[in-house]
């Protein structure tokens, strides 16, 4: 029997030209923008770029803080973590590519305050499929998808820089 | 015979030695170790992994340093650390080293770092916990007899890589009391392992085992000679009570032929590192000049201890006996 087709994604450029053009008007002028690595690590950086201000862009790597550490042990390749900044009394946007259950987010403001106390944290978030297992909501959405649970959502960077997303069926486990 | 370091996933569930662990686990404990470096300079010392752990230190034998640097990596894991007096305990009262282990485990122990001055008592400690099914207790060894040094063999590695970047085209020299040392043995265990293309061991021929050449090192007596060249030099303590039987003439004779100074050190490359596991006899296998200079890697390869062992806990304690989803 042939599994369902796989859903038509959006153009992930596209996705990201909306997201800029919703937090133009909106963030704050000195707000630092910090990506979760790897696919919010790029959007960060693309985002510092897009969007108007003086943003400082960090990277966070929350492989310490995941609440599944007990059950899949340490994924490998984790990455340094990096705030190059005060994280004391500023403005932080976390940027993620995919919001799914929320769990991410969680580990990465858990992980944001061993480095200080923000003044405030905002979400930016490529793509919001749904599917919150945590009362956690963005604030700056690329574009809103639903995905059948089954189905898991990667973003990917090609050597030149551009963005696409891909869907895969999540495997085994 | 299964190796009692790893489950049947082929993962690491205790740290016994480097003999015998494949490369590709090795080069996992180093990456791990990378962003762990970075730890110490946070606001908060400290990341969540291993909150609610209890990591109980059994140090049979002293070692401040070790001890040490094993109660901070496992604190900055948020482990709760107990350190044990074991001298001035149960086992001066007789009790054996399987029933206080049994005990500990009783009081929902979930990790043991162990030093001992018998070759061995980790795996026996480990064997016995895998044997009775306590697979979720996890033993690392912190430095037996002459037997083995683990997590000292891989900051050693974790140093050599981060200066040099590779192994693949490094000549590495072990220099002194080679026969007594297990951080030597782990060390050479590990380069080999890792594909070092040269290890020399330097020292006289009483302080080097018989049959060293089987670790796969090329041995020199003459420190000149065996410097030729090198791209790194790992100096050994001599043990002060090595001096009192027939094995050395005295602390100034060994220095003479054996000391590293300056002058005996110009023989290696330009930019060679000088490595040194400590506590140092400075003016008996180092001079001062040395262990001071800008060729002195001795106080990096402390602080990357703390972050290589940060790495063996976080690991291992994520390794279990049961299938995994």
Redesign the interface.
Known sequence: MSAPALPDLPDAEAALAALAARMRDAVAYDAAFVGIYSGGAWLAERLGAMVPGNHAVGYI?V???RDD??????K??????ELAFD?DGGTIVLVDDVLYTGRSVRAAI??LF???RPARIELAVLVDRGGRELPIQPDYVGVRLAVARDLSIELSKDPGGSLSLAVERRTG? | MRNPQLNAHGELTHLLTLEGLPADVIRHILDTAEPFASIGEREVKKVPLLRGKAVFNLFFENSTRTRTTFEIAAKRLSADVINLNIGASSTSKGETLLDTVDNLVAMNADMFVVRHSQSGAPHLIAAHLNAHARTHVHVVNAGDGRHAHPTQGLLDLYTIRHFKGDFGNLRVAVVGDVLHSRVARSLIHGLTTLGTPEVRVIGPRTLLPTRVESLGVTVFNDMRDGLAGCDVVVMLRLQSERMKGALLPSAGEYFKHYGLTPDKLAVAKPDVIVMHPGPMNRGVEIDSAVADGARSVILPQVTFGIAVRMAVMSIIAANQGPPRR
Do not use: I
Request: hydrophobic share 15%; net charge negative; proline share 0%.
């Open positions: 790597d492989s310490y803080y550490y007990s059950t899949s042990g340490l490998g390749g984790a990455k340094r973590t994280v858990n992980e061993d480095f200080g486990n």
